[in-house]
C-alpha cells in the first residue's frame, strides 16, 4: 500500500491508540482481549456465530464482533461485563454437566437447540442464578448485529463484511462511493 | 462581571429560536440566542448509524449529553422510571445550534385548512381536549411562505388537498426514486392522488449552498454537503451577520426571573463552564421544544405565579402531542429500491380528514432508507430473528421491501403532560421534566385505518407478503411526545383555557413568549417543523411591531 499523508497519518494513530491502550488499561494482556480472558471469549464467538454464520458471505467471527463487544463494552457499557461474564459462566456450567464439555465444543445443532431454549428463558434455572438467561441471550445479539451492521470505526463489521454483503458502498458520498481497496 | 443588558433573551436555537432570533436581530433588536449544545459537526459522527438521531445504541450525534440530563417516566400506575436520551419515551430532540432541523429529513408540510378547525368540523370528543386554534390557515398562509422561502423548500403544486398558496416554492420538487414511481403509479390506478413530498432541502442550488446529492443518510444525520436546510445554516447566520444576535452554545438556561410585578427580568443559567450567571433583558422568549419549554417555565416560580410561570390557571405542561407513525411495510419478488435517497419522496393526503367514522387522520408517504442494522428489526412478526434464516433475509429482501406510511393526526387530551419531577435533578440542579399520561384511545382507530390503506396499496402495487406497522394495543398507555412533541403551552383567546395569546405571548405574563411546538393547539398530520417556523415568523413580526409597548407598559 502506498503511505501517502493521510494513510501514514491514519497508522500512526491506530498504533498509538494500541500503545495507549496497554499502557492504561489493566484488562487482560494474554488474551489480547480488554475485558475477557481467552476462555470466555471462544464461548462468546461460538455464540455470535450461530447469530450470524458465515456461509457465502463472512459471518460475526469474520466480521471481528467480539472485537466490537469488548471494546464497546469497556467504552460505553461497562455494567453489561458482569451480565456477559455471569452469563458465559451459567451456559459453560450447563454444557459441562448436561454434554461434559464446553459450549463452543458442541455440534452447531447442539449450539442452535440451546441457544434457542437460551432464548426462551427454557434452560434449566439452576444455572442462572446470579444471571437472567434470556437478557444475557438478547444482549448478545443486540451486540452482535451492532458489531457486525456497524460502522467498522467501533470495532466489529471488518473490512466492511456486511456492508459488502449488502451491497452498499461505502463512504457514502458521491464520487467516494469506494471501498479503500477499490473493490 | 454582569452580562450586558439586551433588548430580547431567546432560549433554544431550533426551529422557533432561530426564526425568532433572525426576524428580531434584522429588525435592530439586539438579542441573545441560547442553545445548551454546540454548532454541529458534520464529522464527529459521519453517516454513524449507531450514533444518529434515529438509533442513539452508541451515542447520541448531536446531544444532549447522556449523562447530564436525565428525565422522569412516569407509568399509569404512578411509578417514575429515570430515564435518558438512550431510553425510549425520551423525547429525544438534537441539542444543538439547528436543534431537529440539523437532522430531520426536511418534510416541509404546510397543516391543511381543517387542521386548524377539527372541534368544529368533528365536535366535542369525549375524553379529549380538542379545541379549533385562535388562527386560521389563511392568518399562517403568509408566514408559511415566508418559511419556504427563506429557508429554503423543494416542491411542487400537485397535492390537490393542500390549502390555496400565494406563491409557489422556490425550487422545483425532487424526482420520485424507484418505489415513489411504482407506488405512484398504483395510488394512481387506485383513484388515489400520489404528489412529491415539500422537502427542506436543495433540489437546485439555492442561498448559496448546493443541491442534495442524494445520499441514503439524511433523516437522522447532519448532510455531508450542506444541502439540508436548517436554521443552523440560514435564518441563525442572517441574524448573526447583523451583528446584533449573539449564540451562546453550551449554556443551559435554569429560570426565567419573574418580578414583584409579574415581569420577566432575564434569566438564570449555567454557562459551558458550569458557572451560574445571570442575564437581563427586555423580554424573553422560551423556544425549548414542548417538553424543555415546559419544564423552563414551570421551574420559573414567583410571588404572582408560584406555579410556575404563566401556569395559574395549570395548563402549562399539559395537552403533550405527538404523532404515532402507523403504516405497513410489504415485500416484494422484485428490487423496489434503488437507494437514491434520502428515501421519502411520494405522498398522498387522501385520509387526512373526513375518513368515514374517524376524526382526523394523517398523510401516508413513503420512508426515509433504513441502513442495516435497523433493517434487522423490519421483519414481519414471528420471523427468525437470528441465525442463517435472519441473515438470508437481510440480503434478500433489502432492495425488496418498501414502507408507506405516515403520523396520525393525536387527539390532545389534558392528563397527557410534562410535570417537574420533585427530586430527579439534572447535572446543574434543575429539576427534570417528567412525561405521563397517555393518548387517546382514537388515536388507536386512526391507526387501524390508515395502516389499513397503506396495506391496500402495497398489495395492490404487487407486494407478496404485506404486514400493517404501529398499531398501539388496546390497553397500550404510553405518554405521548417524540421528536414532534408539542401541545404544552396552548395558543387560545382565554387565559382560562389556554398558556399563550395567538402571538405566542403569555397571558399573564405580557413581556415572555413562546416560540416553538408547543403552541401548537393541534399537531396536524404531518411532521409539524414548517408550521413552528411560520408560527414563530409570526411571533417575530408581532414584537417587532409591539417591542416599544410592551417594554415601556
Not at chain 1, 434457542?116 to 448478545?140: C, I
Request: proline residues 6%.
Amino acid at each position: 500500500m502506498q503511505y501517502n499523508r493521510r494513510n501514514f497519518l491514519k497508522h500512526l494513530g491506530f498504533i498509538y491508540g494500541s500503545l495507549l491502550l496497554y499502557s492504561s488499561c489493566n484488562g487482560n494482556q494474554k488474551s489480547g482481549y480488554r475485558i475477557f480472558t481467552k476462555e470466555e471469549a471462544s464461548c462468546l464467538i461460538a455464540l455470535c456465530e450461530q447469530i450470524i454464520p458465515a456461509d457465502e458471505d463472512p459471518g460475526a467471527t469474520d466480521a471481528g464482533v467480539i472485537n466490537f463487544i469488548d471494546k464497546q463494552t469497556t467504552l460505553r457499557f461497562p455494567d453489561d461485563e458482569a451480565i456477559f461474564k455471569n452469563g458465559i459462566v451459567a451456559l459453560q456450567a450447563f454444557c459441562k454437566e448436561k454434554h461434559n464439555c464446553l459450549f463452543e465444543q458442541l455440534s452447531s445443532v447442539e449450539q442452535v437447540s440451546i441457544m434457542k431454549d437460551m432464548e426462551r428463558n427454557k434452560l434449566p434455572g439452576e444455572y442462572w442464578q446470579k444471571a437472567n438467561q434470556a437478557s444475557f441471550f438478547n444482549l448478545v445479539l443486540r451486540r452482535t448485529m451492532q458489531g457486525f451492521y456497524g460502522s467498522p470505526r467501533h470495532g466489529g463489521n471488518k473490512d466492511y463484511v456486511s456492508y459488502r454483503m449488502m451491497k452498499l458502498d461505502y463512504p457514502l458520498l458521491i464520487g467516494q462511493n469506494r471501498y479503500k481497496d477499490g473493490k | 462581571m454582569a452580562n450586558k443588558h439586551v433588548n430580547v433573551i431567546i432560549v433554544g436555537a431550533g426551529a422557533g429560536g432561530g426564526v425568532i432570533a433572525k426576524e428580531l436581530a434584522v429588525n435592530g433588536l439586539s438579542v441573545i440566542l441560547f442553545e445548551r449544545g454546540e454548532w454541529p459537526v458534520y464529522d464527529k459522527n459521519a453517516n454513524d448509524e449507531l450514533i444518529s438521531q434515529r438509533i442513539q445504541e452508541l451515542g447520541n450525534a448531536f446531544g444532549p449529553d447522556w449523562k447530564r440530563n436525565p428525565r422522569v417516566l412516569i407509568s399509569p400506575d404512578g411509578k417514575r422510571t429515570t430515564i435518558t436520551p438512550a431510553n425510549g419515551g425520551y423525547n429525544h430532540n438534537a441539542a444543538c445550534v439547528g436543534s431537529g432541523t440539523v437532522s430531520y429529513g426536511g418534510m416541509a408540510w404546510r397543516f391543511m385548512p381543517e387542521d386548524f378547525k377539527l372541534k368544529s368540523i368533528y365536535g366535542h370528543v369525549e375524553g379529549s381536549s380538542l379545541e379549533d386554534w385562535p388562527v386560521t390557515y389563511d392568518d399562517l398562509e403568509p408566514y408559511y411562505e415566508k418559511a419556504e422561502w427563506e429557508i429554503g423548500v423543494s416542491g411542487d403544486e400537485t397535492n390537490p388537498f393542500a390549502g390555496p398558496r400565494n406563491r409557489p416554492y422556490p425550487m422545483p420538487a425532487f424526482e420520485y426514486n424507484r418505489e415513489a414511481r411504482h407506488l405512484s403509479e398504483t395510488c394512481k390506478k387506485m383513484g388515489l392522488h400520489p404528489f412529491p413530498i415539500p422537502m427542506l432541502r436543495n433540489s437546485i442550488p439555492y442561498n448559496g449552498r448546493p443541491r442534495c446529492i442524494r445520499n441514503r443518510t439524511c433523516v437522522g444525520f447532519a448532510c455531508p454537503v450542506d444541502a439540508k436546510n436548517g436554521t443552523q445554516n440560514t435564518v441563525i447566520p442572517v441574524a448573526m451577520k447583523t451583528g446584533n444576535c449573539e449564540v451562546k452554545t453550551g449554556c443551559m438556561v435554569a429560570n426565567i426571573i419573574i418580578d414583584e410585578k409579574g415581569r420577566a427580568r432575564g434569566v438564570e443559567y449555567f454557562d459551558s463552564k458550569g458557572n451560574g450567571k445571570t442575564q437581563t433583558a427586555d423580554m424573553v422568549v422560551v423556544a425549548g421544544a414542548a417538553t424543555e419549554t415546559a419544564r423552563l417555565l414551570l421551574n420559573s416560580k414567583s410571588k404572582l405565579h408560584p406555579n410556575g410561570a404563566g401556569n395559574n390557571n395549570d395548563w402549562v405542561g399539559r395537552n403533550l402531542q405527538g404523532h404515532v407513525y402507523t403504516g405497513a411495510t410489504g415485500l416484494f419478488d422484485f428490487d423496489i429500491l434503488d437507494l437514491t435517497g434520502p428515501g421519502a419522496t411520494m405522498a398522498i393526503c387522501d385520509f387526512n380528514h373526513h375518513n368515514p367514522g374517524l376524526v382526523g387522520g394523517g398523510m401516508l408517504c413513503t420512508e426515509f432508507f433504513q441502513l442495516p442494522y435497523a433493517f434487522t428489526g423490519n421483519r414481519p412478526s414471528g420471523s427468525a430473528r437470528w441465525g442463517k434464516e435472519h441473515k438470508d433475509y437481510q440480503r434478500k429482501y433489502y432492495y425488496r421491501s418498501a414502507r408507506l406510511h405516515g403520523p396520525v393526526q393525536e387527539i390532545p387530551n389534558f392528563d397527557s403532560r410534562i410535570t417537574v419531577d420533585p427530586t430527579v435533578k439534572d447535572y446543574w440542579g434543575i429539576p427534570v421534566a417528567a412525561m405521563s399520561g397517555g393518548r387517546h384511545p382514537l388515536d388507536r382507530d386512526n391507526c387501524i385505518f390508515l395502516s389499513s390503506k397503506a396495506v391496500e396499496i402495497l398489495k395492490e402495487a404487487g407486494a407478496v407478503q404485506v404486514w400493517p406497522r404501529g398499531i398501539p394495543g388496546k390497553v397500550s398507555y404510553s405518554p405521548s411526545g417524540g421528536q414532534h412533541q408539542a401541545g404544552t403551552c396552548r395558543m387560545g383567546n382565554d387565559p382560562k383555557t389556554s398558556v399563550v395569546n395567538p402571538f405566542g405571548q403569555i397571558h399573564e405574563i405580557e413581556n415572555l413568549f413562546v416560540a416553538d411546538g408547543s403552541v401548537l393547539v393541534t399537531n396536524g398530520g404531518f411532521n409539524p417543523v414548517l408550521t413552528i417556523m411560520a408560527i414563530a415568523y409570526r411571533t417575530g413580526e408581532y414584537i417587532v411591531k409591539n417591542f416599544n409597548s410592551i417594554k415601556s407598559s
